[in-house]
């Protein structure tokens, strides 16, 4: 079983629609938690970076991170074509426990249809 | 310069042939990143450099693969005797600090081997 785990989609739905994104993880240590968004023959851009649990807003993106239930999500409001990625979450533990390394979900292909 | 650079963009190598991956991270960046990344599949940890030391390589998957990054700039992923298995896409990213938010990726080397 792997470390974390995130649907790979694909994912599709009409322009303006409210998009959920979700990954699972199994290691108790990590507390960095991040999303990424990568377009097709690109390297991933972070999108959203938060430590331990909380949401955090930031434009039409809100992403929640529930360490009791180990379950990290991402929120898109009023969905753009512009949008249609993949979206890889990605997390680490702390500071003198290898937090330089970051380790990702397989990623979710998302469609926003116009 | 702006960005992570990687060269080649793609490379396409018979098995058996050794290949060189080159990064030039962002200027002044300290920390240097490489991860491979399987067709559908989200980013896996390679090796780490904080300035010219290797401080981690634990996801180096054999002895074939070797990073250097000898002044503590531009880095190079070299794979001996490539396999079928090796074909996938090579991020290298680079942070000032060592912290998971920091990171920039470049767009990768995409290296197939026939």
């Known amino acids: 079983q792997k470390e974390v785990e995130q649907d790979p989609g694909p994912l599709s739905v009409p322009e303006g629609a409210i998009v959920s994104l979700n990954c699972t993880y199994s290691?108790?240590?990590?507390?960095?938690f991040m999303w990424y968004r990568q377009y097709s023959r690109k390297g991933p851009e972070l999108l959203m970076y938060?430590?331990?649990?909380g949401n955090k807003e930031d434009g039409r993106f809100t992403a929640q991170v529930d360490k009791s239930s180990k379950y990290i999500s991402l929120f898109i409001r009023d969905s753009q074509p512009s949008d249609s990625a993949t979206y890889l979450c990605?997390?680490?533990?702390?500071?003198?426990?290898?937090?330089?390394?970051?380790?990702f979900g397989q990623g979710t292909r998302l469609t926003i249809n116009p | 310069g702006a960005g992570v650079s990687q060269s080649p963009r793609y490379k396409v190598a018979k098995r058996g042939q050794d290949v060189a991956l080159r990064c030039d991270p962002i200027?002044?960046?300290?920390?240097l990143f490489w991860y491979q990344q399987a067709l559908g599949q989200g980013p896996e940890f390679l090796t780490y450099?904080?300035?010219?030391?290797?401080?981690?390589k634990s996801g180096l998957p054999s002895d074939r693969f070797f990073a250097e990054r000898p002044e503590g700039s531009v880095s190079t992923l070299k794979i001996q005797r490539t396999q079928q298995e090796d074909s996938a896409v090579y991020l290298c990213a680079s942070s000032f600090g060592g912290g998971a938010g920091g990171y920039t990726f470049g767009s990768g080397t995409r290296l197939t081997v026939v």
């Open positions: 200027s002044g960046h300290v920390s």
């Open positions: 938060t430590y331990s649990s």
């Open positions: 450099f904080q300035n010219e030391a290797q401080l981690d």
């Open positions: 990605a997390m680490s533990p702390p500071l003198g426990q290898g937090a330089q390394k970051l380790v």
């Open positions: 290691n108790s240590a990590f507390q960095y």
